[in-house]
């Protein structure tokens, strides 16, 4: 082949917010796929909270990444050398193909994804694993009823702007929270929300007090911290908070911090329940379907915050964690 | 009537333990009961953890009781004039008599009990509130399955000692978490319990996870705090969390913690969810007709832990928080 691959291979654990130095910058030579095997070129890199949990020692839905190993990621490519008969040269497909420029991955933890039907981003958001986790998380786990009062947090990312668009396609009263003048105007005016808080300057609890009058039924949970601490107060009778993640905590040096109000889930009768999107996998075909429908019928956007090349990544990540992205964040290492 | 009647007014809202000042020891004379009440001689106070929360000021499951009010509890006592046509002079009654020698309440928010059945402290206990709690709480919202695991906090206090009775019944691996000795020696020993652990003594995460290697499914949480931490560290896959109360956190001075665990729920698809007995107020006849059955059959063991005298209230009730009681804690005014 003498292909070239490069890549960022975990380095060390971090501690806090990760740094550059958490990762290596390494090179080697493309192989050939063997037998199953595909041959990728990574085109665009998906980048999720998430990663920063796979960063950790110790026991979670998944095991960690292994110091030396490439850095785990989704990403679509496209099939440079094929070794399995259901996949040609040329064909585009979605993976866990790590951070890097070329991927020898087996054929059966890929997936078709067909640039027709969307552009090839989008198979890392609303028709990807951000999508996947918004439609089951909220309908699966939240269970909102038309009339509901459903609050996301992280309303601007990739999951939030999706659970609060399909909230609304489900007659949802439907209120975002995020930082930020722009996120707030954008899930608003753009996507349809009927409100947003932004947390970085509004009290949350009263916020809220004032939207959702009769108290939040689905609290969709993205952040932790003091949102969830402001929401668990303003819950109604029989709400379901669905926890899918807790960005705010990931990088914290003196560990997570507990929501202090969770007694207001004996108050309200209330729960708290978490979700793992994998576990939803046989049913990802169908969901793709329904949301390919809506956003055909432009009842969905999306938007992806799209930065160019794989040596950004460091940086790019920590986008995430400094709410610098709306939308979407994916990183392009190549065009075709 | 010439009675008179003492009683334990709030007198001001409690900052962490409660203290003898919190309240008046009142004293006035017996009024007569009007068209619909009735005038009972309390005989059986229950002294519960949640009347620890009915002091402070603020929204919950009830509203706080008033400062210059009767200190509310519930309460078993003896007919002694009626003015409802239902109740007779000498019928033995449950209400929410307040902490006091006598009350006059209306008639249709009482009801009778059967001292022919059980002992009047037991519908305090097993057949009283803490029974249906443990009853509702374990069966509707924990939902286990024979063969589960089933963890339970306060294991030796009223609740606790039901619920972990209530799921040997079901068929289930049952291990009680206590503190001392001797409450872990009355739940294995006489109780039936599989297990207990001694959360002074022992390391409770190591403790389940030889005691529970399969994960806990069903965990009652009667305590919070660090002990509610630990079991959400070893939850099996699709554990379900019951949050009945949080007897470790009721006095702190600088708030509740939360359970820093909490993202263990996500990492095993677990839920936490909160319940209030007074939503099963339709099916308290079903259940205590199973519970006195199961009793009858030597299958559910109750135990009261009595002190005697009105005035000793406000040192009484610290047992609780002193976790110096065993079985239920019962305050005796009175014999007859």
Redo the contacts between chains.
């Keep these: 082949m003498n292909v070239t691959n490069h890549q960022f291979r975990l380095a060390a654990r971090p501690v806090g917010m990760p740094k550059r130095s958490d990762w290596d910058y390494t090179e080697e030579a493309v192989r050939e796929p063997s037998d199953g095997e595909l041959l990728v070129k990574v085109l665009y890199i998906s980048l999720d909270p998430a990663m920063r949990g796979w960063m950790n020692e110790g ?3 998944i095991p960690p990444v292994g110091i030396g190993e490439v850095m785990r990621a989704g990403a679509v490519g496209r099939v440079l050398a094929s070794k399995d008969a259901t996949y040609a040269v040329g064909d585009h497909v979605y993976g866990t193909f790590g951070v890097q420029e070329y991927a020898v991955a087996k054929a059966r933890s890929a997936s078709k994804v067909d640039p027709r039907i969307a552009p090839l981003p989008v198979y890392l958001d609303t028709l990807g694993m951000p999508g996947m986790t918004a439609y089951f998380g909220l309908l699966d786990v939240g269970q909102p009823k038309a009339g509901e009062a459903v609050v996301v947090s992280g309303a601007a990312g990739a999951v939030g702007t999706v659970v609060g668009q399909i909230a609304k396609i489900e007659g949802c009263h439907v209120v975002g929270i995020a930082g930020g003048a722009e996120k707030c105007r954008y899930v608003v005016d753009d996507l349809g929300f009927d409100a947003a808080i932004d947390y970085k300057r509004e009290d949350v609890k009263e916020a809220l007090r004032k939207l959702c009058p009769r108290g939040v039924d689905v609290y969709f949970d993205n952040v ?1 911290g003091d949102v969830l ?1 402001a929401v668990l107060t303003q819950l109604a009778r029989g709400a379901r908070i669905v ?4 960005i705010s ?1 990931y990088n914290n040096t003196d ?22 999107v994998f ?1 939803y996998a046989e049913r990802y075909g169908d969901a793709a379907r329904e949301m390919a429908g809506w956003m055909a019928a432009g009842r969905l956007k999306s938007r992806e915050h799209i930065v160019e090349g794989l040596e950004t990544f460091p940086d790019t990540l920590l986008k995430l964690f400094k709410g610098e992205n709306i939308g979407k964040l994916v990183l392009k290492v190549a065009e075709v």
Tied chains: 1, 2.
Aim: glycine share 16%.
């Design positions: 026991k979670s839905y932790g601490d926890i899918c993640g807790a905590q560990g997570v911090r507990g929501p202090k109000n969770y007694l207001s889930l004996l108050v309200n009768r209330a729960s708290m329940k978490g979700m793992v576990d």
